[in-house]
T-cell receptor
Framework: NAGVTQTPKFQVLKTGQSMTLQCAQD?????MYWYRQDPGMGLRLIYY???????DKGEVPNGYNVSRLNKREFSLRLESAAPSQTSVYFC?????????????FGPGTRLTVL | KQEVTQIPAALSVPEGENLVLNCSFT??????LQWFRQDPGKGLTSLLL?????REQTSGRLNASLDKSSGRSTLYIAASQPGDSATYLC???????????????FGTGTRLQVTL
């Protein structure tokens, strides 16, 4: 049981390049999330998916797109990377509320945009 | 808008001390509150989850309490050890209607150092 996995662990991009961050969970959770973590700002929600086939914007969605590929996988895409997107990105999934609603996080992707 | 505050931002204690970390939130209509630990350069590890109907949860040397009406939670760490050094984050989940993904709002964390 790997929990929440993310790839890649590290990435350096040049301004204007695109990339996709991958996330998968093996806990059969319906809900999945993408956060970014910046010094002094805490974790901020980028996008989330309540269930397979649905996605919604979070607090800071500009410059990002997401795809809920299936129940296990939720990807985050940067179409044209900007230095302001330098951050650590975390994927998470959560239990159904009837089961407690505990949220579990992946190890993160450290992205630098030059 | 829910705001979550953690005080202090940083704390250094000698090994063996008992300590309390504080978390406060502005909207008391929460579904649950979760405490996490984050080691440098790592992801978040869930420590304790308290439902809005509960007053406290315990796991080993950790005890988390919740006072929903006053918008406060505390994380008590007994007999601290150097291995407890990490950043501790609290996060609250608001009550949201059935069928929607309810989102977590995070505090900015307390960075704890336990010295020998």
């Amino acid at each position: 049981n790997a929990g929440v996995t993310q790839t890649p662990k590290f990435q350096v991009l040049k301004t204007g390049q695109s990339m996709t961050l991958q996330c998968a969970q093996d806990m059969n959770h319906n809900s999945m999330y993408w956060y970014r973590q910046d010094p002094g700002m805490g974790l901020r929600l980028i996008y989330y998916s309540a269930s397979e086939g649905t996605t919604d914007k979070g607090e800071v969605p500009n410059g990002y797109n997401v795809s809920r590929l299936n129940k296990r996988e939720f990807s985050l895409r940067l179409e044209s990377a900007a230095p302001s997107q330098t951050s650590v990105y975390f994927c998470a999934s959560s239990e159904a509320l009837r089961d407690g609603g505990e949220q579990f996080f992946g190890p993160g992707t450290r992205l630098t945009v030059l | 808008k829910q705001e979550v505050t953690q005080i202090p931002a940083a704390l250094s204690v000698p090994e063996g001390e008992n300590l309390v970390l504080n978390c406060s939130f502005t909207d008391s209509a929460i579904y649950n509150l979760q405490w996490f630990r984050q080691d440098p350069g790592k992801g978040l590890t869930s420590l304790l989850l308290i439902q809005s109907s509960q007053r406290e949860q315990t796991s080993g040397r950790l005890n988390a309490s919740l006072d929903k009406s006053s918008g406060r939670s505390t994380l008590y760490i007994a007999a601290s050890q150097p291995g407890d050094s990490a950043t501790y984050l609290c996060a609250v989940r608001l009550e949201i209607g059935t069928g929607t993904a309810s989102k977590l709002t995070f505090g900015t964390g307390t960075r704890l150092q336990v010295t020998l």
